[in-house]
């Protein structure tokens, strides 16, 4: 009689354990439903970088590029001007599509900026012709880009994870002044 007894109470465990599983599923999933949460990307914040620009402006061997008359959609989030390394000019922007494109300008060597700038792009026999502007298609790094090739040995590089379209709309936006 003794075995029958246990085995009523091995049954009897094992199906306390099933309820309780429920009953934590059930707590669990009313948790998810009632307390707040939030699945979106981060909010970008936005830099202003008017100050860093006419500094670049200022004292870069080049004429500093950045965009005008883009959407207030595009949010501008990075800037850097390095003149002790080779006039480095950076400016990051997020896109409406929460993608990335940045400007970069430099008088470094050009095969070694671009590379760095495009994380490892390479050059395509595809020209755009932008705001009277001969740029170069680059491909397959990190970041698409395009590469404007400047007379007065500085290079520009429009580049990231955004679209084509979106690329070619910096570029075109593009004013040194």
Known sequence: MGGVAGSKGKAQTVRDMVLSLGLIMVAGM???????????????????YRVEL????????????????????????????????????HLGFHTPDGEYVQIEQSTQKRSTFIDEATQGARRTEKTEQLAGRTWTRYVDGRYDALVL???????????????????????????TA
């Open 149 to 175: 090739e400047g007379a007065d040995g500085s290079t520009t590089v429009v580049a990231g994870t955004a679209s084509w379209a979106e690329l070619t709309q910096m570029a075109k936006a593009l004013k």
């Open 30 to 48: 009313v948790m998810y439903l009632f307390i707040p949460h939030d699945d979106s990307a981060p909010d970008i914040k936005r830099v202003d």
């Open 54 to 89: 006419l500094t670049a402006r200022r004292a870069a061997s080049y004429p500093v590029a950045a965009p005008e008359g883009l959407p207030t959609t595009w949010k501008a989030s990075s800037v850097r001007f390095r003149g002790d390394e080779f006039d480095a000019w």
